[in-house]
């Protein structure tokens, strides 16, 4: 598999650094480390989400029901 001079430079490092044994090896720790950064990223992004909408619970912008209150909500909604 050709990936371009770029990658393939980045993949000849790793493995003359010793991080990788092979292309093989580089590319997938190259995954893994990707798919950590995207967890990461997703989950910075909900701490974010939330941090917004308790400011906007805290200032009263924002109703916030009981579970009782959101359960009964429910209820009528399907008519029950």
Do not use: C, F, W
Not at 1 to 23: H, S, T
Not at 43 to 71: C, H, N, P
């Amino acid at each position: 598999m050709k990936l371009g001079a770029p990658y393939e430079a980045i993949i000849e490092k790793l493995i003359k650094r010793e991080y990788a044994r092979n292309r093989t090896e580089a590319i997938r720790q190259a995954l893994v480390a990707y798919d950590h950064m995207l967890e990461e990223e997703e989950a910075y992004l909900v701490r974010q989400k939330v941090e917004e909408m308790m400011k906007e619970i805290e200032s009263g912008r924002m109703k916030t029901y009981s579970l009782e209150e959101a359960r009964e909500r429910q209820a009528r909604k399907r008519g029950l």
